[in-house]
């Protein structure tokens, strides 16, 4: 067989596979969700479709939960947070591998934040005028629909959550990947998957939107007196 050589999540990986028939790209726009009944399977390794004009039908593989599988991450210790600021925080999270979003919400467990998933950017641009909005963003870059460069850019624009700070969360790495997300103005971008490093990073996030929030309510209380 031959070897594929893949590199993400800062790790390298050699696939065996049977032959590769051609190279195609596409575009995130092109991809579509598994349907409910593939989406609700268990032991999944598919995390998106698309109806290629020449090809037909295509899965997409979701390498993130074979890796899982191979090389499982490490958790931290379920403790309480260092500041006390993040316990009870509404996180909202966006990632069409369900393996990504199991992986976020268990690294999150030491905070004790109450967190919201969706199976793509869409999802989360709908629910954006539904209910109580989140104290951070959690996004994939990668996602059928709408992506999350694409969804970042529409979430710091909107009037509802431009103040709401915006962490991405990627296997992408290089410098084009940075470079595009600084002119994004996120306020967060990691590479998958450390979930040390997720956890901090989302606890210094919210520390920070809480000393704004109470920053502005003396501010406000100022003006009053």
Not at 12 to 26: C, K, L, N, T, W
Not at 127 to 139: H, K, M, S, V, W
Request: glycine fraction near 8%; avoid cysteine; charged fraction near 25%.
């Amino acid at each position: 067989p031959l070897i594929l050589i893949t590199e993400f999540n800062h790790t390298v990986q050699a696939f065996g596979v049977d032959r590769v028939d051609r190279m195609v790209r596409v575009s995130w726009d092109q991809v579509e969700p598994l349907p409910p009944v593939l989406e609700a399977a268990e032991n999944r390794h598919f995390t998106g479709l698309i109806d290629h004009p020449d090809m037909g039908p295509i899965q997409l593989v979701d390498f993130e939960s074979i890796l899982a599988e191979v090389a499982p991450p490490e958790y931290p210790e379920k403790e309480a947070g260092t500041n006390g600021l993040a316990a009870g925080s509404l996180v909202w999270i966006a990632d069409d591998s369900k393996v990504a979003r199991q992986q976020i919400r268990k690294s999150l467990v030491p905070l004790s934040l109450k967190v919201r998933e969706f199976g793509d950017g869409q999802e989360l641009w709908d629910a954006l005028d539904q209910g109580e909005l989140p104290r951070l963003f959690i996004l994939d870059v990668e996602m059928p629909r709408l992506d999350g460069y694409t969804l970042a850019a529409r979430l710091k624009g909107n009037a509802r959550s431009a103040g709401i700070p915006v962490m991405l969360h990627t296997s992408l790495s290089g410098y084009w990947h940075a470079d595009r997300a600084s002119k994004l103005e996120v306020d967060e971008v990691i590479t998958k998957f450390d979930p040390e490093l997720l956890a901090s990073s989302v606890e210094r996030l919210l520390a920070g939107a809480s000393a704004a929030v109470q920053q502005g309510e003396n501010v406000v209380r100022e003006g009053l007196m």
